[in-house]
């Protein structure tokens, strides 16, 4: 259930949606799953905000995220390891408190209501639009089994060997984003961090 | 009055790189939806919050947009979608893992 909840958190975030992020929240609190957000999807909401992005100038979505009992993931590369394991020395335990860089101090606006009429008339368009996005993610999907196809008659070995090497050396890249399932296998890595937000 | 304390660690080198990626794909225990797939499950899930819904609707999104809509589905309480989203997936329903 936790893997549900987020996935669908990352997709409401993903998606810019302010309130489904605070439902799925408030669900997943309320039958008392405690669910993680990664660096990544954090740091898409806070681009959300800037000028000329989808939720320019609304800070609500990351106002609900740093409200809610979330536990960050950070991948531990090259460039941040160092910080992490002064933070790791002067913390004790697994769940480390960072105060690095506070995202609550930003101030904004709440998010608008959306009104009944304004949805009924988005409404047809929205179905428009999807129909478009669909035919983009059937192309997408069949460019890449195309590749996939064309990659897996000419793979030796040698990329797969290659980014298995770059793992192990921590090489900032694709290994950055690892998933926490992998991660979980070998915790002598300990490769993510988990943060608690505090309620005192 | 609860002292609430928050904060994420941000490498600012690494946040640049992020903005570069721009979330085209992203990554969710193991599998991973692309940022479409995600938005068309949320604009599905707000149609059906509306009450202009469809169930047809269901039949052309992608799978990784009905794993998403699943939980969409659970967290607003919308039973009937939850269902419909069950059929439609099928054996499909493991969101990404097989031991789920």
């Known amino acids: 259930m936790r893997y549900l909840f987020e996935l669908t958190l990352k997709a409401a975030v993903a998606g810019c949606d302010t309130e489904l992020t605070r439902t799925v929240l408030h669900y997943a609190k309320k039958h008392n799953y405690l669910i993680s957000i990664d660096e990544k999807t954090a740091m898409h909401a806070l681009f959300s905000t800037y000028h000329g992005r989808p939720m320019a100038g609304d800070y609500s979505l990351l106002r609900v995220l740093t409200d809610c009992e979330l536990t960050y993931k950070i991948a531990v590369t090259e460039v941040n390891r160092e910080q992490i394991e002064e933070i790791r020395r002067r913390e004790s335990g697994g769940e480390i408190k960072v105060n690095a860089f506070v995202i609550q101090s930003l101030n904004g606006s709440r998010a608008t209501s959306k009104t009944a009429s304004r949805a009924n008339s988005r409404a047809g368009s929205r179905r428009e639009e999807r129909r478009s996005k669909q035919k983009l993610v059937l192309e997408l999907e069949s460019e890449a089994k195309v590749v996939a196809k064309s990659k897996y008659q000419h793979d030796d070995g040698d990329s797969q060997r290659k980014l298995k090497d770059q793992t192990e050396r921590g090489i900032p890249g694709e290994s950055m984003f690892l998933s926490s399932e992998s991660l979980e296998e070998d915790p002598s890595k300990d490769m993510v961090f988990g943060q608690q937000i505090q309620h005192g | ?100």
């Open chain 2, 1 to 100: 009055m609860k002292n609430k304390h928050n904060s994420i660690l941000v490498d600012f080198k690494r946040l640049r790189q992020i903005d570069g990626e721009d979330f085209r794909d992203s990554y969710v225990q193991g599998g991973k939806f692309s940022l479409i797939e995600a938005e068309l499950a949320v604009e599905q899930m707000h149609m059906t919050l509306e009450g202009q819904g469809r169930i047809s609707d269901l039949r052309d999104l992608p799978v990784n947009s009905l794993k998403i809509l699943l939980g969409l589905a659970l967290t607003n309480q919308q039973e009937y979608l939850f269902d419909q989203v069950c059929l439609r997936l099928g054996e499909d329903i493991q969101p990404f893992l097989s031991s789920f």
